[in-house]
């Protein structure tokens, strides 16, 4: 499977089969975490990879009861320990270092056959709690790993004519 593949075959799985994942997938998933591109090379981002049947159901509960959170077999809590550097664009470089280190994993899952789900709905109190995560460091995002139990086909996506301007911010169609 090549990169383009991979972006095209990947989608949120919201359903996962009750498999335990192979630990040279994970390692190869974290793996390709690791090597991401990061402002100013800080590598702010940490991962606490959750396999325990009790913390995942816990953290489940602290997702908005979203069911497909408990029945992953992993759930990974994508942390950043971070200065708060802001870049020259004006941007924190947290959030985006942390997401695009979560894309390399999510890319890397497919090609072994996992899918994955971002997850944004979750209290950061109560994951930190759960988790035992210091207080100093932002839960940035909690990512779903596990064998997909469902197939959701062909993603919908805007074409480009209605998302890529040329040169200068051009009017594009309206929704």
Known sequence: MNVADAIRSRYSVRKYKNKKIEEDKLLRVLEAGRAAPSAKNLQEWRFVVVQDPEKIRRLMAAAKNQRFVGEAPVVIAAC???????????????PIDVAIAIDHITLAAVEDG?????????????????????ARIRVVQLLTLGYPDDSIGTKKRKPLSEIVMYDEWAALPLF
């Open 80 to 94: 950043a320990e971070t200065d708060y550097y802001i870049m020259s664009c004006g941007q924190s470089s947290y």
């Open 114 to 134: 996992l899918g994955t789900c971002w997850v944004g709905a979750f209290y950061e109190d109560q994951i930190k709690e759960i988790l035992n995560i210091p």
